[in-house]
């Protein structure tokens, strides 16, 4: 009989805080029992809401109670642990948040440790042994503890869902392979799983690879950010050094230039002082012969005037005099004129240089590079707006539908003078120099077009081969005339096919690539270029065949109609 009451009130013996055998047993008043350290711990982080609550029936009460120790539970505490009583053992553990209970528990459930697919039910320890011991239920398929067991059920037939019908790609019961999906493609469930698990291996190695190339990837940039930073510091470093170099080389000059003004200064200031002395000295004699002869002047003693008056009379070589000799007043006006004009040619040497600097460090890009668009929806995201430079375009070349389109005519065109303007082929560039990645669509007419991109300085006058698309190193041409061939500096390349009147052309400035492309429903590579460009690209055209040859450049707003 005592044995059949510790059966019936075990399960309050036990803290359903730390789930072990009760210490220092306290009673709070909603009589509930708890360790006195558990319940105290709990209530002390209740402390900054003034209220406190029970754990498992979340009374609250306010204030809070204080906690005596239940001394009748704290006796039979000990006299059940003389009779054998031990502590939980480890899998003794009730369900907490997120754990499966046990469907078979009374009361406060277990967690339960398998989920049966056949019961359908969730077992803890205890309740699961009949599944091991007797044969009818040994039979029965075993999971691990899941909360979603329904999801193994026919929601029609509340069947098991043993079959996969491959015809609709789902989960069926074998009432459902003789309805609905009678004469479907079916096979057993687990059947399904060995091919798919198959699968899953193939998708679990690419993965695995694309985890490794990507880490790859990661190690690449991080080496690539390392190799950026020392390079930028070191760049920087040199920078300073060498602007530094320049203030110093300028300070010196100026230096230099200061101490010969001032040598020269000196010496022709001494210069003038002892001419200065000299000039002081003669008038100083003139003065004194002036007097004699004004004293000699009034005498009377015709003798006397007469043996003074030769002597007085003559003059001494004179010192030339200063107004003869001096420049007009623009002492060292020269040398400052001389300086202005070196400064203004650093001036314009820097000003000619910065931009060059300034694109060489925008260019800087170490992103992996990414792949080339395959679709025209794609290579659209890229297009960008062009127009034709009227200052660049030959007198033979007319300009319309917003410098979009360039016609061929016989007559010259009212142009005014530039130096960008081509003059010995007929042939215009755009305004914009592109880097980055950009597209533009071209349709053209004629007999013979270019189609062409070019560094802005290639020349405007001159040789066939300097100024013409593709026959030098500035510019790459795609030639369409009876067939396409690609021309850079002189080199053709002959590409089969028919002639395409619409072209896309593709650039990736930061990763050299130029790309050509017949355009249709389809985009068919015409030629591609791998290269190294150091400056933007200006698309350029070139109308070399009849009167009336036309280049029109598409916008968004012809693409899309």
């Known amino acids: 009989m005592a044995q059949q009451v510790i059966q019936l009130d075990e399960s309050k013996l036990y803290c359903s805080i730390c789930l072990d055998l009760l210490k220092d047993p306290v009673t709070i008043p909603c009589g509930h029992n708890y360790c006195m350290s558990c319940i105290k711990s709990c209530w002390d982080e209740e402390d900054q809401t003034k209220i406190h609550s029970c754990p498992q029936c979340r009374q609250t009460f306010t204030p809070r109670p204080v906690l005596v120790k239940n001394t009748m539970l704290a006796e039979l505490l000990e006299e059940l642990k003389k009779t054998g009583l031990q502590a939980a053992p480890p899998d003794r553990c009730y369900a907490g948040p997120g754990d499966v209970p046990c469907d078979v528990c009374t009361g406060r459930k277990l967690k339960a440790l398998k989920s049966c697919l056949v019961c359908p039910a969730s077992y803890c320890e205890q309740h699961l042994q009949p599944h091991y011991d007797e044969p009818p239920l040994k039979k029965h ?28 790609q789902q989960c069926i019961c074998y009432l459902c392979s003789m309805d609905d999906h009678k004469g479907h493609d079916t096979v057993s ?25 990507r880490e790859k990837d990661v190690k690449m940039l991080q080496q690539e950010v390392e190799a950026i930073n020392l390079s930028a ?31 020269r200064q000196k ?25 004699e002869l004004e004293q000699l002047s009034h005498t009377e003693d015709h003798t006397h005037f007469l043996h003074k008056y030769p002597s007085l009379s003559r003059l001494s070589e004179s010192t030339d005099s200063p107004s003869t000799n001096i420049r007009p007043l623009r002492y060292f006006e020269d040398v400052t004129a001389a300086v202005s004009e070196a400064r203004d040619k650093l001036q314009g040497i820097l000003t000619e240089e910065w931009p060059k600097i300034s694109w060489t460090v925008t260019q800087m890009d170490v992103l992996l590079p990414q792949p080339e668009p395959k679709t025209r929806a794609e290579f659209l995201q890229y297009l960008r707006q062009i127009t034709l430079d009227p200052n660049t375009a030959d007198t033979r070349l007319s300009l319309s539908e917003r410098n979009r389109k360039a016609t061929s005519m016989r007559e010259e065109q ?20 592109l880097t980055g990645r950009c597209y533009w669509e071209v349709e053209w007419s004629g007999t013979a077009v270019s189609i062409a991109v070019s560094y802005k300085d290639i020349s405007r006058t001159g040789t066939y081969d300097e100024c013409r698309f593709g026959s030098n190193d500035k510019s790459w041409a795609l030639d369409c005339y009876n067939n396409h061939k690609f021309i850079h500096n002189s080199i053709k390349t002959l590409i089969p096919g028919p002639l395409s009147y619409r072209v896309g052309v593709y650039l990736d400035h930061r990763a050299g690539i130029l790309s050509f492309y017949s355009v ?42």
């Open 414 to 433: 009212l142009y005014s003078s530039h130096p960008d303007r081509f003059t010995e082929r007929y042939q215009v560039l755009s305004r914009e120099g």
């Open 267 to 291: 010496a022709e200031a001494s210069r003038a002082e002892e001419l200065q002395e000299k000039l002081k000295q003669e008038i100083a004699e003139l003065r004194r012969k002036d007097a």
């Open 189 to 213: 469930a687990a059947a399904e799983r060995t091919e798919r698990q198959k699968e899953l291996g193939v998708s679990q190695q690419k993965i695995q690879q694309r985890i490794q190339d």
């Open 233 to 263: 510091d070191k760049a920087v470093e040199d920078s300073e050094k060498i602007s530094t170099e320049l203030v110093r080389l300028i300070e010196k000059r100026s230096s230099d230039v200061k101490e010969q003004i001032r040598s």
């Open 520 to 561: 249709a429903k389809t985009m068919t590579l015409l030629h591609r270029v791998q290269t190294t460009f150091t400056q933007p690209l200006y698309p350029g055209f070139g109308l070399y065949g009849s009167i009336g040859a036309t280049v029109e450049l598409y916008d968004t707003v012809k693409i899309k109609t």
């Open 141 to 168: 398929k075993l999971v691990e503890a899941t909360t979603k067991l329904q999801e193994n059920f026919c929601s029609r037939h509340d069947e098991v869902m043993k079959i996969f019908c491959r015809t609709d």
